[in-house]
């Protein structure tokens, strides 16, 4: 359940992080612009169901937690909610790659390694 919340929580960011690049930032000047932009973000049906995703990963986080022990659980999702989402936005989103992400990126893959030894 824990690799399913953390997969879920960051396709699901993915997924909405792509549909606001295409449609601009979030208007805050009246809560029509407000509401306008999120009737635009509902017509699309991928983004319906990746909002599903990142509101059920909560509920499977805590299914996991009921599970294992806390100590554990949280630093992993968190590591590889990072891991993925950075592995992500790079291959679908253009964000960039640099020396310091990669090393981030092995440092929190041995710690989650450790965590489960």
């Given at each position: 359940m824990l690799l399913l919340s953390v997969c879920f929580n960051a396709l699901g960011a993915i997924v909405i992080k792509s549909k606001m690049n295409e449609v601009g930032k979030i208007e805050l000047q009246s809560f029509r612009k407000t509401l306008e932009y999120g009737l635009v973000f509902l017509k699309s049906p991928v983004v319906v169901i990746s909002i599903i995703l990142f509101f059920s990963a909560p509920f499977l986080f805590a299914v996991a937690l009921s599970r294992l022990p806390i100590s554990i659980a949280y630093p992993v999702q968190v590591g590889l909610n990072f891991l993925l989402v950075l592995v992500l936005s790079f291959f679908f989103l253009s964000e960039s790659m640099t020396?310091?992400?990669?090393?981030?990126?092995?440092?929190?893959?041995?710690?989650v390694i450790m965590l489960n030894k």
């Amino acid at each position: 359940m824990l690799l399913l919340s953390v997969c879920f929580n960051a396709l699901g960011a993915i997924v909405i992080k792509s549909k606001m690049n295409e449609v601009g930032k979030i208007e805050l000047q009246s809560f029509r612009k407000t509401l306008e932009y999120g009737l635009v973000f509902l017509k699309s049906p991928v983004v319906v169901i990746s909002i599903i995703l990142f509101f059920s990963a909560p509920f499977l986080f805590a299914v996991a937690l009921s599970r294992l022990p806390i100590s554990i659980a949280y630093p992993v999702q968190v590591g590889l909610n990072f891991l993925l989402v950075l592995v992500l936005s790079f291959f679908f989103l253009s964000e960039s790659m640099t020396a310091i992400k990669l090393v981030g990126i092995f440092l929190i893959m041995v710690g989650v390694i450790m965590l489960n030894k």
